[in-house]
């Protein structure tokens, strides 16, 4: 059975001309389990894991697969299985083909191109092009390349992004299969609420930087829970929030107040004039949600 080894990126920065796209980032991801790496788009995702893969040089730091970068490894595609574009396959082939045309090149087997299909189902499919798969397809096709070297690290960019409510379900139960089996699985998203039920631990980034890391029952204790608050005048009540010494961020439901007593609110609130249209604790995945947009700011809230 595939062994997972451990990911670490140890001070790792990028700048392309007069932009840091990334700045010291400092962090392990352990084999046997499912790490999200979150964060609103243009975080830096993407280009942190690019230079994971080997796909663009740091400027300085070093980001490793089992204490050595990609670049050096023997038979990557036997140690690491990436799928960054779920868009990036030739139209005009099938699935099928799509997947022998990476298998030869990967030195791996043709009879994994079967296997693989299967295991991501999408055998019934196989033989239709590329340019006809739903992005829900391509998907599930970009999961079966990352598969075909039989790999103990899984990396995947917004996997779960243009499944349908099955396929979401499906690929949830998969993830965590695969961290059962001890292969290290790091999976990015935009969006908390996406992939908060797959999770085991989070490494949180925004603007480039390290916002937060740790096991995602830590978004709840962080805060000991949030408060929302509304008004039909909300620059008065953050006026009102930051007189008493409270931080909101805008949000979708109104603005949300880590670690807050409403009854407290409501009285910041009445002593300065200020309407309210709501007031009210959130608890669950929405108490999650609220931790993970005080951690990055209002550009994750999309």
Do not use: C
């Amino acid at each position: 059975m595939p062994t997972g080894v451990p990911i670490e990126f140890r001070g790792v920065s990028k700048r392309f001309g007069s932009v840091q796209a990334v700045t010291d980032l400092d962090f392990t991801v352990q084999p046997g389990r499912v790490t999200g790496f979150l964060g609103p788009n243009g975080a830096g995702k993407t280009t942190s894991l690019r230079m994971l893969l080997g796909l663009v040089t740091p400027t300085s730091g070093t980001a490793t697969i089992g204490g050595r970068d990609y670049r050096s490894l023997e038979r990557p595609v036997a140690v690491v299985g990436a799928a960054l574009e779920a868009a990036s396959f030739h139209p005009g082939r099938s699935g099928r083909d799509s997947l022998r045309v990476h298998a030869l090149a990967g030195g791996v087997d043709a009879a994994r191109v079967h296997t693989v299909l299967d295991t991501v189902g999408l055998t019934d499919y196989a033989g239709r092009r590329v340019g006809g798969y739903s992005l829900g397809m391509r998907q599930r096709l970009g999961l079966a390349t990352a598969l075909l070297g039989d790999p103990g690290v899984l990396v995947l960019d917004e996997p779960i992004n243009g499944l349908d409510p099955e396929g979401i379900k499906w690929i949830r139960g998969f993830l965590r299969s695969l961290a059962g089996e001890g292969r290290t699985v790091l999976v990015s998203s935009h969006l908390l609420s996406e992939v908060h039920q797959t999770v085991d631990e989070v490494v949180i980034i925004a603007k480039g930087r390290l916002v937060h890391s740790g096991p995602l029952s830590s978004l709840e204790t962080m805060t000991g829970g949030a408060v929302v608050v509304d008004s039909p005048d909300r620059a008065a009540l953050l006026v009102a929030l930051h007189a008493g010494g409270l931080a909101g961020k805008a949000s979708r439901d109104g603005i949300v107040v880590p670690g807050a007593d409403p009854a407290a609110i409501g009285h910041l609130a009445f002593r300065a004039g200020v309407e309210l249209s709501a007031l009210y604790r959130e608890s669950g995945a929405s108490d999650l949600e609220s931790s993970f947009l005080a951690l990055v700011g209002e550009e994750g809230a999309l």
